[in-house]
């Protein structure tokens, strides 16, 4: 089978499987501003009708995208023999205009309007779930409820209170085990599952089916990955108003970062909802487990050439090496990988030549990936038997990564604390971790009431958070504001510039205070620095289990199940240190907590008053968060900085 024969069907299995309507989609992130409007309104079946219909238009979005792109790349092939420049752009143009019919016929006419970051990224981590999950309990439709809450609690494995509230669901009356299913669950993943909880049980006739269904299924998802790749590029640093760059250097620049995302499909592909790390040696295991599956079943022949697929993706691997001796001692003849692993990896190395290539004319250097890392294995200790000396061990067990925690400085507390009325309340130790202090009496009472006026007079609802007037729990209202934005309401004369000036002034005293007694060895400089008020939403506070923010890590993402925290963006990598300080206490609820690197397991909890200061390193190794608040508004100092 060629390449071409294989794109054609797989590309007719994604035609006939995704039907789409032909009459115009509503956008998302309008129906989506609709839901959340009438949650906070209380109008719950509204709720529904929209956040359902958000759901429904992104998801539609997508599949149209692919299926167009699919569709007009069919349609519009370049020739295998050499062809002219004028041939080259005759196919650019066509699937370009075969694109926007396509588009328009089944979307409707398409608008200049682009959907943000934001609303994206909340579809993406199926926030719309958790406003359809109290939506359907408070309309007492539980088993709606219940498939919610376990959809959103797939990618956010870290949310505590949404598994509580699954370990509740579980014992309510009209719920059972069919509505704890996922409905964004990936079918490549789902059949790869089935197919290894069917090994583990010794049924590998059954497994084999799964495991190639699961094949089946990447390879059409990798198709629909890379046809989503095709849209914007963003080209960082670069000023289009005085781009001079030719015309092939413009297209050499774009298709490398289309090229460069389609290479990560892979690791997309490998990566399950709301985890930061892909499955390690994700594809490449199919074909192990296919080929011991296949041994077990006497089919040799079919266990020869998975076997010899895994050689394509880890060459020389001493136990799979072994294992193709003896299936060709067994048969008496040699076969080839499978087609569709040969071509997947002659791709993946194509890409890697053209991806230098393209990366050296933008002028940066790329770095491959560790796409398949060998050291994930068959779970399990099963042999089979070696043409030499009888038996021989399969891989064993891969071994879990332990988190690895890098700390900012040699790590060092107990300095001065610079004034006289500041008290040590807790240090590292009674706080149960690493660079943790908690202090009293950092301003005083008049101090804290003079910053709440100033509070009241310049925080705005979302401020801070790009706008959002909830960005981390639909039951709160979040409002805020920076010293920039204080300092020059006070030049405005908009506020008391002496109130604006003790905003910054304070600011500045928790950072010398913090640098002083971590005795660091080198300045802190201010990297952020937010007046936050959190208010709870009257009529949303009963049988509430949500945090008002959930377990993370300032200067890392954290991956609860893998026990480690990634240094990478959109992490605010380059903060070190981070404090907070409170206003008031005069609220319920709203204690700042530390946990382990799991999420889970409380290590410290603080309850905030006037005065107040917890201030840690901000990494990995303080994994923190803040409980819901119930009643009132917390009002607090949130410093991060360099």
């Not at 926030?127 to 809450?149: R, S, V």
């Not at 040590?424 to 009496?441: F, H, K, M, P, W």
């Not at 309401?489 to 604006?500: C, M, P």
């Not at 380059?574 to 907070?580: E, I, N, P, Q």
């Amino acid at each position: 089978m060629d390449m071409n024969s294989y794109l054609s069907g797989t590309l007719l299995v994604i035609f006939h499987s995704i039907l789409l309507s032909s009459a115009a989609v509503e956008p998302f992130d309008l129906l989506y501003d609709n839901a959340i409007d009438a949650f906070h309104s209380g109008d719950y079946e509204n709720v529904v009708r929209y956040m359902e219909g958000a759901l429904s238009s992104f998801a539609k979005l997508r599949h149209t995208k692919v299926r167009c792109r699919l569709k007009c790349k069919d349609k519009h092939r370049f020739d295998a023999d050499p062809f002219s420049d004028l041939k080259f752009f005759d196919v650019i143009l066509r699937r370009a205009s075969c694109l926007n019919d396509c588009m328009e016929n089944k979307l409707g006419p398409q608008s200049m309007h682009k959907v943000s970051e934001d609303v994206i990224q909340d579809f993406n981590r199926r926030i719309p779930y958790n406003y359809l999950q109290m939506a359907y309990l408070k309309l007492k439709e539980l088993d709606k409820a219940a498939t919610a809450a376990h959809t959103y609690f797939q990618a956010n494995p870290e949310h505590v209170e949404m598994g509580r509230n699954l370990e509740q669901y579980k014992n309510m009356k009209g719920v059972d085990s069919k509505h704890f299913m996922d409905r964004e669950a990936r079918p490549h993943q789902k059949a790869f599952a089935e197919g290894v909880k069917l090994y583990e049980q010794d049924q590998y006739g059954e497994a084999i089916t799964f495991f190639e269904e699961a094949l089946t299924q990447y390879f059409k998802a990798d198709l629909e990955c890379r046809a989503l790749c095709e849209g914007p590029q963003r080209f960082v640093e670069q000023d289009h108003v005085l781009y001079r760059y030719s015309l092939y250097e413009l297209i050499s620049d774009h298709y490398t970062q289309v090229l460069h995302c389609e290479h990560e499909c892979v690791r997309d592909l490998a990566t399950r909802p709301g985890r930061l790390s892909p499955m390690e040696n994700y594809l490449p295991l199919h074909y192990d487990y296919l080929q011991f599956a296949f041994f077990k079943e006497s089919r040799f022949q079919e266990a020869l050439a998975c076997a010899q697929s895994y050689l394509l993706f880890h060459a020389g691997d001493e136990f799979m090496t072994d294992n193709v001796e003896y299936y060709q001692e067994v048969l008496g003849h040699s076969a080839a990988p499978r087609e569709d692993a040969d071509w997947y990896v002659k791709r993946h190395q194509q890409e890697l030549e053209l991806l230098k290539v393209g990366s050296q004319n933008m002028g940066v250097e790329y770095t491959e990936g560790n796409y398949w890392s060998s050291s994930g294995g068959r779970e399990d200790s099963k042999r089979i038997p070696s043409g030499t000396d009888g038996w021989m061990e399969y891989v064993p067990i891969s071994e879990k990564k332990n988190g690895t925690i890098t700390v900012v400085q040699e790590l060092k507390e107990g300095g001065p604390l610079l004034y006289d009325n500041v008290k040590l309340i807790q240090n590292s130790e009674a706080l149960n971790g690493t660079q943790r202090v908690l202090l009293d009496d950092v301003i005083s009472e008049d101090e804290c009431t003079e910053l709440k006026s100033l509070a009241h007079a310049v925080t705005m609802a979302g401020d801070g958070y790009r706008g959002k007037m909830s960005p981390h729990t639909p039951n709160e209202k979040f409002e805020g504001a920076t010293v920039l934005k204080t300092l020059q309401f006070g030049y405005e004369g908009r506020v008391s510039l002496k109130s604006a000036r003790m905003f910054y002034d304070v600011s500045e005293k928790a950072r010398k205070i913090i640098e002083s007694y971590f005795m660091l060895n080198s300045t802190l400089h201010f990297s952020y620095t937010h007046l936050v008020c959190r208010t709870a939403i009257t009529g949303q506070q009963d049988h509430r289990n949500d945090l008002s923010h959930p377990i993370h890590a300032d200067n890392c993402l954290l991956d609860p199940e893998a026990n480690e925290c990634w240094k990478e963006p959109p992490a605010y990598t380059c903060r070190d240190y981070s404090a907070l300080l409170y206003l008031n206490g005069d609220f319920e609820g709203g204690e700042f907590i530390f946990t382990e690197m799991d999420a889970k397991t409380l290590t410290a909890q603080v309850k905030p008053r006037c005065g107040r200061m917890v201030g840690f390193s901000s990494g990995g190794e303080n994994p923190h968060g803040v409980r819901a608040v119930t009643k009132g508004q917390r009002r607090d100092f949130r410093q991060m900085r360099l």
